[in-house]
């Protein structure tokens, strides 16, 4: 089975983020331009891209409200700015709990429009020795996984939205359904990368039989926290098409519809799920 869609180039944004918004939205300002320049038509960003604050609770003090805000505003303008669909981040979204936001995926269309959002499922939560984490503390959780069919010049690419944590519940990855293109905003520690990042990375390829693009948080940040990076894109085979170890910078790679035909051909494993 073979596809007549061209292959359609797209862009994972790795940061190494601040404690100040203004100097992140400038670093991913520049990054999203140099992934536009490179031709992608697709871009993510990773997650907390506007934000690594010092505290926990640095980003309650920063949410917007639901449609509205400078980092919402910021993205549309990025999108706009360049005609690529934009994927963005994460940023937090205000919930119904004085305590607690929502961490929250947008994707911008190139006219600068939002056309989705899926707030994080899954809650991080670790401990060993002196690391320490609880997600839920600050975060509330999502509910709904989210699919966008995205438009790439004489493409359509079904996109999958996830983040991080994430990554570690198949059953999520299920939900989406047809997705070509699966991403995954991150910002995985140190520790757990160098154990897993990879490993989950290609099996959700794999056993979904597509694309996994992966921008993620790649170095030491202001509050002491050392993110793993390999932002990376998989095929649906679980090849490693493409990454970029640590620090700033841009991973680009195509994703074609004749690849994933001929996987989902040669291994027709999603046609024979039996359970759930």
Request: contains cysteine; glycine residues 10%.
């Amino acid at each position: 089975m073979q596809s007549n869609n061209p292959s359609v180039r797209v862009a994972a944004v790795q940061m190494v983020s601040t404690a100040s918004v203004e100097r992140n939205l400038r670093a991913a300002g520049q990054l999203i331009d140099e992934a536009a320049r490179l031709g992608a038509g697709l871009v993510v960003l990773p997650e907390y891209f506007c934000l690594m604050g010092m505290r926990d609770r640095d980003k309650v003090a920063l949410r917007e409200a639901d449609g509205m805000g400078p980092i919402q505003d910021f993205l549309g303008q990025q999108a706009a700015r360049h005609g690529i669909w934009l994927v963005g981040g994460t940023l937090p979204l205000a919930s119904a709990e004085p305590d607690r936001v929502f961490n929250s995926v947008l994707v911008f269309d190139p006219l600068g429009r939002r056309v989705a959002r899926y707030d994080k499922i899954h809650l991080f939560s670790f401990r060993q020795g002196e690391e320490a984490y609880d997600e839920s503390r600050t975060i509330a959780p999502g509910v709904e996984p989210v699919t966008v069919d995205c438009a790439i010049g004489e493409t359509m690419i079904r996109v999958g939205l996830s983040v991080c944590y994430d990554l570690r519940f198949p059953e999520l990855y299920r939900r989406l359904q047809g997705a070509d293109l699966i991403v995954v905003p991150s910002a995985f520690t140190a520790t757990t990368g160098q154990a897993h990042w990879e490993t989950l990375l290609r099996a959700r390829a794999i056993e979904n039989l597509c694309y996994v693009l992966a921008p993620a948080q790649g170095g030491r940040h202001e509050n002491g926290r050392r993110t793993f990076g390999h932002s990376m894109l998989i095929d649906p085979w679980g090849e490693v098409l493409v990454v970029r170890p640590d620090d700033a910078g841009v991973v680009v790679g195509e994703v074609d519809p004749a690849r994933i035909a001929s996987c989902r051909a040669s291994l027709p494993a999603l046609t024979h799920r039996v359970l759930g």
